[in-house]
Nanobody
Framework: QVQLVESGGGLVQAGGSLRLSCAASGRTFSTYTVGWFRQAPGTEREFVGGITRSGSNTYYADSVKGRFTISRDNAKNTVYLQMNSLKPEDTAVYYC?????????????????WGQGTQVTVSS
C-alpha cells in the first residue's frame, strides 16, 4: 500500500507556471503507475496525464498536451507535474493517484490510491 501527498498548489496569473509534487510513502513506489487528475467545482474529476513506473513513458490529455509535463524521481519517491502557460480553465483541485497494474488509464476508477489534493487557481 502507498500513501500519496500532493503539494505545490497556489494562486498564479494566467500564463504563469506551477510545479506540483506527489510524494509517496513506502519502499515500492517504483512499482506504481501514477496519474494526475483534476476537479473543478461542479464537474467530474478528469484525467490530466500519467507516467509509467520507470518514468519512460507519459500520456497526457489533449487539453494540457504541450503545456504540462509529468516526471518522476523514484529515488525520492516523488512524481512531479510541471504546469506551464496556465489558463483560468486549469483552475481545479489537482490529485495524484497510484495503481500497481501496467498502463495509464484515463479513468479515475482504475486507480487504487489517492492523495488529498492541492488547489490550483489561475487568475485572468
Amino acid at each position: 500500500q502507498v500513501q500519496l501527498v500532493e503539494s505545490g498548489g497556489g494562486l498564479v496569473q494566467a500564463g504563469g507556471s506551477l510545479r506540483l509534487s506527489c510524494a509517496a510513502s513506502g519502499r515500492t513506489f517504483s512499482t506504481y503507475t501514477v496519474g494526475w487528475f483534476r476537479q473543478a467545482p461542479g464537474t467530474e474529476r478528469e484525467f490530466v496525464g500519467g507516467i509509467t513506473r520507470s518514468g519512460s513513458n507519459t500520456y497526457y490529455a489533449d487539453s494540457v498536451k504541450g503545456r504540462f509535463t509529468i516526471s518522476r524521481d523514484n529515488a525520492k519517491n516523488t512524481v512531479y507535474l510541471q504546469m506551464n502557460s496556465l489558463k483560468p480553465e486549469d483552475t481545479a483541485v489537482y490529485y495524484c493517484a497510484g495503481r500497481r497494474v501496467l498502463g495509464i488509464p484515463a479513468t479515475r476508477y482504475e486507480y487504487d490510491y489517492w492523495g488529498q489534493g492541492t488547489q490550483v487557481t489561475v487568475s485572468s
